[in-house]
């Protein structure tokens, strides 16, 4: 599966590349994220708890930053296991560009889910996958933005 959008914020592009390396802000921003931490090796370790369609888990992952080009963009590699529910991978390709007296957020997101919720359908796995990206997003904008102003 493959989405891939942007998203406009109203922060200076330092401050979005900041907030992004933030594990705090970011746990904050993931919806049904539990836990968020930055490991020894530069990974971040996470538990979330999600509902796709019928299937409700609580997943277990880490994601790894690679190809850091400071403060203009990176990829995030990553997977999670949701036990019998299922598991995922992907990565995200991010940029950052100054636009419009804020900051250009892009992104490309490829990610394969196996298990239970791989039978529910590409459907309904694309649009729930869609809405948590709104949902993150414009959680975030909302942190950075909130952050600027202070």
């Not at 904050?28 to 836990?35: A, F, S």
């Amino acid at each position: 599966m493959e989405m891939k959008s942007h998203q406009q914020i109203a922060a200076p592009l330092e401050r979005v590349w900041a907030a992004l390396n933030d594990p705090d802000l970011l746990r904050r921003c993931i919806p049904g994220c539990e836990t968020l931490e930055r490991l020894d090796t530069g990974e971040l370790a996470a538990t979330v708890v999600l509902k796709v369609g019928p299937v409700k888990a609580s997943f277990r992952g880490k994601v790894r930053f690679e190809n850091v080009v400071a403060p203009s963009s990176m990829t995030l590699v990553g997977e999670g296991s949701g036990g019998i529910a299922g598991h995922a991978r992907g990565s995200a390709n991010v940029t950052l560009a100054e636009n419009a007296g804020g900051t250009l957020l892009t992104y490309v997101v490829d990610a394969q889910v196996g298990g239970k919720i791989a039978q529910l359908g590409a459907r309904l796995i694309q649009s729930t996958s869609q809405k948590l990206a709104g949902e993150f997003f414009g959680n975030f904008e909302k942190q950075v933005a909130a952050a600027t102003v202070e």
